[in-house]
């Protein structure tokens, strides 16, 4: 396996941190905004948001005014013609029209995802009732593995994340009036991001989070993971673990709690419209 092996981590998350310190430095010495701009790095993001939950606690210690939206960098270095995702754009009804508008300036094509996700430092922030999107540039084989190093970075995407970046930042930060939050409540949020701290076991699979139909869409498929060994492939839907419904990221994060590392479990899903049935045993995640 991967352990014991240097995790270079180049597009997650290099690639957000490389935006966030180039964008400081350049927006530090051409703009003079309104509201104060937070350039924010945090740890502890997979072992459960740590650092991002403790900044936004503690936040009236740094300001005292409340915090008027997030903007998130993870994972942003392969575009390679795609489409930039914006997750979470559910926690405000201006972020499609705000997107929408940079679109229209920067030629840039972005897709706002209105789903509501808990799979970034944006979700400290959503908790609390904060509007926050991610910036996200979709998922990899790379993921998690030895392979992420810079090597496979797209530059010209990091280059069109970080216009994209910069636009909605400049705005937001001379926007007078709030924007309308229109997430899930603090209850509700708190209850999904448990899923993924609790979560031990992983198939090896990632979703597409572009995805808007039954079940879910395989984005990528980790190399060696149970999902490749066991036959899934890019462009999969699942639809079933052991014969129980899977229709979104809730249900299929609240299954995987139900099991642990070693389990061999039935999937369902779908390719090219014909459904199949596999055994997978799960890994640790």
Excluded at 191 to 217: C, H, M, W
Aim: glycine letters at 8%; charged letters at 25%.
């Amino acid at each position: 396996g991967d352990k014991g092996k240097i995790h270079y981590g180049a597009d997650d998350n290099a690639s957000g941190i490389a935006i966030l310190i180039e964008l400081a430095k350049t927006m530090a010495k051409t703009i003079k905004p309104k509201r104060t701009i937070v350039f924010l790095a945090c740890s502890g993001e997979e072992a459960g948001l740590i650092g991002s939950r403790y900044f936004v606690a503690h936040r009236k210690e740094y300001f005292k005014k409340e915090i008027f939206a997030n903007i998130n960098l993870d994972t942003d270095g392969s575009l390679f013609g795609k489409k930039i995702l914006i997750l979470n754009g559910n926690t405000a009804k201006e972020w499609k029209f705000i997107f929408m508008g940079i679109g229209y300036t920067t030629g840039i094509k972005t897709e706002v995802i209105n789903k509501q996700l808990d799979a970034s430092d944006q979700f400290a922030f959503i908790e609390q009732n904060i509007p926050a999107v991610q910036l996200f540039t979709g998922a990899t084989p790379n993921y998690h593995r030895p392979s992420d190093t810079f090597d496979k970075i797209d530059s010209n995407g990091l280059v069109k994340v970080a216009t994209v970046a910069k636009e909605v930042v400049e705005y937001l930060a001379n926007r007078t009036n709030p924007m309308t939050f229109t997430g899930n409540t603090e209850k509700e949020s708190t209850t999904l991001s448990s899923q993924q701290e609790n979560r031990s076991v992983t198939t090896g699979s990632i979703p597409a989070f572009d995805y808007n139909g039954e079940g879910i869409k395989i984005g990528a498929v980790i190399q060696n993971s149970p999902a490749e060994k066991a036959g899934l492939k890019k462009d999969d839907i699942i639809i079933a673990f052991d014969g129980k419904k899977v229709s979104n990221l809730k249900e299929y994060s609240n299954l995987l709690k139900q099991y642990k590392s070693g389990d061999t479990i039935k999937i369902s899903f779908l390719r090219n419209q014909v459904k199949k049935t596999i055994s997978l045993k799960l890994a640790e995640r």
